[in-house]
């Protein structure tokens, strides 16, 4: 993306989801050079987005997760499901079943991985789940942020976000010990014009991570190769949706 780099962050709300967060990171040479990363959080769902042209492999590539939680008999919040729809346009994906999914671009420009958590504190086991992308702006140094998204028992989903970092070397997840936060220009609502690039439309392959009630070692990977999404939950449209499920399942207890 060259040396000049505008990086804006966005927050506004909505009555569906009481944050809303943008992140828009544009070219100043370049104006088509962008990345755009839109989060949508309610106590039930996260909704994640990433739509970027900042790899010179392909011209846009697009990437959504959704995150759910329900209540249970205890009137508790847990994790319901983790999606994943990742479009067509790489080959790098590379898909791990219950814990994790990544990709790295074919020219080695811009990485992202979904990656399950559990922290153990004695007999209390914490899950979480990580959004971690990254992006190269020069031949040295890479952009990178975290998303962790995780679930309270009695307010539902929390996602926070860390960074943006200005880091060294290679864009693939590694520390970055030298890391500097990078301090951004605070704006209301996005523009139509950058909503509705993170919003196109894109055929991928569609990832179940994680679903509840189902044991450690099943893995259910369903992929769409000649779909189209758009939209989220009720409103959501499905063109041309053709399912392949594959599903392995080895002993184990339940989650």
């Not at 307010?155 to 976000?161: C, H, K, S």
């Amino acid at each position: 993306m060259g040396n000049g780099l505008s990086m804006k962050l966005h927050k506004w709300s909505s009555p569906a989801f009481p944050e809303k967060i943008a992140l828009i990171c544009t070219s100043l040479t370049d104006k088509s050079k962008r990345s755009i990363f839109r989060l949508k959080v309610s106590p039930e769902r996260v909704l994640l987005r990433l739509a970027e042209s900042v790899c010179d492999h392909h011209p846009v590539r697009l990437f959504h997760m959704e995150v759910a939680a329900q209540r249970d008999a205890m009137n508790c919040f847990n994790f319901l499901q983790v999606r994943v729809v990742v479009d067509d346009t790489s080959q790098q994906t590379q898909y791990k079943g219950e814990d994790s999914l990544s990709d790295l671009c074919g020219r080695k420009s811009c990485f992202y991985e979904v990656m399950r958590k559990v922290e153990s504190n004695g007999s209390v086991e914490t899950v979480s789940w990580e959004f971690f992308h990254s992006y190269r702006v020069t031949l040295t140094r890479h952009i990178r942020y975290h998303v962790i998204i995780e679930c309270d028992k009695e307010t539902g989903i929390r996602a926070n976000i860390r960074g943006p970092f200005e880091c060294e070397g290679s864009v693939v997840r590694e520390e970055c010990p030298k890391g500097s936060p990078i301090q951004l220009v605070e704006k209301g609502k996005p523009s139509k014009a950058m909503r509705a690039f993170a919003e196109s439309e894109f055929k991928g392959k569609e990832y179940i991570l994680f679903a509840c009630g189902a044991s450690r070692n099943q893995s259910v990977n369903i992929v769409n190769t000649g779909a189209v999404f758009h939209g989220h939950g009720n409103a959501s449209t499905y063109i041309d949706c053709k399912i392949d499920m594959q599903t392995s399942v080895e002993n184990s207890p339940s989650l």
